[in-house]
């Protein structure tokens, strides 16, 4: 990594600050800026790094990387690394892995935390945009597309609304083409449940009817508006039939949606990968494994762990969330609606060791109100 001085054109610099700054305070900001070139490949921020400044993007594309080293996005506007000076918990630990020809702009931490105490409004824009890139990671894990980068362009047209427990308000229904939750969860009097990181299209919203919120929800909503475009398609892996998104090139600015009929559940047939991976996993015996954070976290671990095991990747924050995971652990019920939160048509059953051979494996087991341990296999 290569650290200069800076050279940086002022006028570019005060529009990434939403020309919050004045003239003067411009120049003093630019004074604390330093120019990095990292080289082609290298990790220049870890998602482990509880401390650290905030980059700029001034050319190249940087690549966020989830804490399993899974490519989320190849970013190439914007400000990143808010997670090092916002304590936000509900944020997902990043990495940032440069790509060829990468430029940023740098600002310590001490000078960032100097700069928002003085200028709230900045600190409210730089961490808005962090919570976008938060929005974008959350997508990918909850939505099973293929690719989340098509989102980029219109994470900067979202709104976002804060809403307590109670009956929606009318005008949110109107002029939309996409709601995304980020938090919480809204139930419509059809009985449709709207859950974190799923994209709901206009096409699959109820037109009458009321929405209740049933817990605090931030709700991110895209206007139809004729400047926002966004392409996704749907992975295999999803299987929330209120996700099932069929996406082409389209005249109009959003694509269609599809929903699979309630009556009629979709059959899950693994893929060619996944086949091949529960083969080596039977063959070698070893068997997706996660290591729990915390004493309270063995049921989020569990279904993680289920869920690597059908090729689908969730991050124990998202999940103890969706659990409502206190300091005792989550409840039976609390890893119900996470399994089905995130796609999986849970089925109790109460047994013992030995009629646990006669269930479909891996199974997760639970006892003494809140222990659980997954099951990969008969001995």
Known sequence: MVVSKPDLNPQFIHQSLNHLLSESQLQQFLS??????????????????????IYLILAGKVRLIDQEDNLIASVAQGWLGQIGLFADPGWQPYSLRASLGLKLAYLDGKSARFWFETHPQLQEYIYRQGEK??????????????????????LPLLTTEQLEPGILPHQLTQNRQLWLLRQGEMVHGSGLKLIPGQLYFQEILPLEGEWLITKPTQLYILADSP??????????????????????????????AKIAPATTPLTYFP?????IAHWWQQSSKRYPFLKQHSDSDCGVA?????????????????????ANVDRSGASIKGLITAAESVGFMVRPR???????????????????????GTCQRRA
């Open 302 to 322: 569990c279904l993680v762990m289920v869920s690597k095991y059908w090729g689908k990747n969730f991050s124990i924050n998202q999940l103890r969330a969706v």
């Open 32 to 53: 604390q800026l330093q120019i990095i070139d990292p080289n082609p490949g290298e990790l220049f921020r870890r998602f482990d790094q509880t401390e650290g400044g």
């Open 271 to 275: 893929s060619p990968q996944i086949k």
């Open 133 to 154: 890139l938060d929005l974008l990671m959350l997508c990918q894990q909850a939505s099973g597309l293929n690719s989340v980068e098509e989102l980029l362009p219109i």
């Open 350 to 372: 109460k047994a013992d060791l030995l009629a646990l051979q006669s269930q479909e494996l891996p199974a997760i087991a639970h006892w003494g109100g809140i222990r659980h």
């Open 227 to 256: 400047e926002a475009k966004v392409n996704v398609k749907p992975s295999s892996k999803t299987n929330n039939k209120n996700s099932v998104l069929k996406t082409a090139p389209l005249k109009t600015v959003i694509s269609q």
